[in-house]
């Protein structure tokens, strides 16, 4: 089980998440809505890591998202829009990057409109419908992912918790194609301030 922890803003913050969760993704938000939103200037003040850096992205246009793999050293794109499998198929021309798509989830998911992606991205990510593009920490159904029918990888997000471990870890066992969990805001003592004991208990839970 990977985890992977978005809304990353804090230099101090973020080094002690390196140092005691070592996560295996950190996420920087790019888009300008969000509380999270990561300014140019932190580039110069991020920590030293191996630890492969997710930049989100919101319907923004390839030179943006240029721009920011560059000052970031972005290892991973996620695509938390509308963005067209046109956009996602010269983008992945452009950076050579891995893309994710995230997938907004109401009351149910037609299965068919994730299929031009497939091919196209390394994993779906599969988030609680917000008109804030994610970060609301409230969860939907996940029973409806037991039907999810392709072979691409996906992860879980949406108002996870630490008393989500056993649930998450039920899902799993159900879905070989589950690689992983975002976590996000109910990790937080405020927007991009993470608890880090929270989350070191979390993954001893899920990772035991």
């Known amino acids: 089980m990977k985890i992977k922890v978005c809304g990353m803003r804090d230099p101090e913050n973020i080094q002690h998440l390196i140092d005691v969760v070592k996560p295996d993704w950190i996420g920087l938000i790019f888009y300008s809505k969000s509380k999270r939103y990561v300014s140019a200037d932190l580039a110069e003040l991020f920590p030293e890591t191996d630890i492969a850096k997710v930049g989100v992205f919101v319907n923004e246009t390839i030179e943006f998202v240029l721009s920011k793999i560059d000052e970031f050293s972005l290892s991973v794109i996620q695509l938390h829009g509308n963005e067209s499998p046109e956009y996602v198929r010269e983008l992945k021309l452009k950076t050579g990057k891995k893309l994710w798509k995230v997938v907004s989830v109401g009351d149910s998911i037609d299965w068919e409109t994730l299929r031009d992606y497939v091919g196209l991205v390394e994993n779906f990510l599969f988030d609680t419908a917000t008109p804030n593009h994610g970060g609301s ?24 918790d630490e008393e989500s471990a056993s649930e998450i870890l039920s899902l799993a066992g159900k879905m070989p194609q589950m690689v992983g969990v975002d976590l996000n805001s109910k990790f937080e003592y405020a927007p991009g301030l993470k608890n880090i004991e929270k989350l070191k208990s979390f993954k001893e839970k899920v990772r035991p």
């Open 137 to 160: 920490g409230k969860r939907f159904n996940w029973q409806i992912l037991e039907s999810y029918p392709f072979e691409t990888g996906f992860l879980l997000s949406g108002g996870i």
